[in-house]
């Protein structure tokens, strides 16, 4: 990484520490002239600050009314909400990095989709997979198994067959064994569905005997430890319904609906309040023109959107 690089983004890091100090210590004088003594040491400070200043302003009131939401959307236990949106502000302020340049998915990837850009391709073996937006997945179809890392997203497979190499795709901590197969995975933050359009797959823990076997029309979920769920009945129409073009959900939590959405609009997308994330809806929207319909979708469920920069959308009540 370039050395100016590196300077910027730990510039707007220290803006960013001081934001939240002083969000937590307005009263604090001595704090106050310390970090007036830092901004007078380079006027680039005060610029950074202010774009910092704007960029959390909205971000912050609107992640502070639900601490219990920004806990999970952290994935890990806060002592406030500060702390994501010091995450994300860091995303957008640094939009020429690596992380924004989605360097790290690169380096493990072998295919990718973009943002909003279903992408399919024919591997060596003649099988095909169909990757959903903002997807990526590894290949490895040497030795005596056919290996597929699911790494983010959704993918369709439509396995060719070769009886004396299986087809195994993993996907968090699980792996699904085609046999003969057309089948979708979906890889959410926390949980993997598997569907099976053709014939059937066998799907259970990494390193576990214990498989389930799951037929056509049918589907399971496991969860990031592996815990496979029961078989239940699937309408693929409606699960796959993002290979034409559109998302479809019936009974689903806005936050599993939202997940989907974002895959084909730029930056993140954060529910800010837990009530409004669980709040199970029905409905189909057009995928081809997703900044239109996220604000019909928003309109239809009394969603309010604020736009804060080109990289982060906040969904509030």
């Not at 704007?54 to 500060?82: E, I, Q, V, Y």
């Not at 439509?158 to 046999?179: E, I, M, S, Y």
């Not at 189909?284 to 920069?309: D, K």
Request: proline share 4%.
């Amino acid at each position: 990484m370039p050395a100016n690089r590196n300077s910027d983004k730990k510039l707007t890091e220290q803006a960013v520490d001081w934001f939240l100090r002083i969000q937590d210590n307005r009263d604090d004088a001595e704090l106050e002239a310390e970090f007036q003594a830092w901004l007078a040491h380079d006027p680039a400070r005060a610029l950074v600050y202010q774009r910092v200043q704007r960029l959390m302003g909205d971000a912050s009131r609107m992640l502070s009314s639900d601490l219990d939401f920004t806990r999970k959307a952290a994935k890990r236990s806060l002592p406030r909400p500060h702390n994501l949106i010091a995450t994300v502000a860091l995303l957008l302020l640094c939009s020429g990095g690596f992380l924004l340049a989605d360097g790290p998915m690169r380096l493990r990837a072998d295919i990718i989709s973009g943002v909003g850009q279903p992408h399919t391709i024919t591997l060596s073996d003649g099988s095909t997979v169909e990757l959903n937006a903002s997807s990526a997945i590894a290949v490895n179809l040497e030795g005596s198994q056919r290996r597929i890392t699911l790494l983010r997203g959704e993918a369709y497979f439509q396995v060719a067959a070769d009886p004396k190499r299986p087809f195994v795709v993993t996907a968090g901590n699980g792996t699904t064994t085609a046999l003969g197969t057309a089948f979708d995975i979906n890889l959410t933050d926390n949980a993997t569905r598997v569907i099976v359009t053709e014939h059937a797959v066998v799907v259970g823990p990494e390193d576990s005997k214990q498989k389930q076997r799951l037929n056509e029309r049918e589907q399971l979920t496991y969860d990031g430890e592996g815990r496979v769920g029961d078989v239940e009945a699937a309408d693929p129409d409606m699960a796959l319904a993002w290979r034409q073009g559109r998302l479809a959900f019936e009974d689903r939590p806005l936050a599993a609906v939202v997940e989907d959405i974002a895959r084909y609009i730029p930056g993140k997308i954060i529910i800010a309040q837990t009530a409004l994330a669980d709040r199970r809806i029905s409905g189909s929207l057009n995928l081809t023109a997703p900044e239109e319909t996220l604000g019909s979708f928003a309109n239809a469920f009394q969603i309010n959107v604020t736009r804060v920069g080109p990289y982060l959308t906040i969904l509030s009540k």
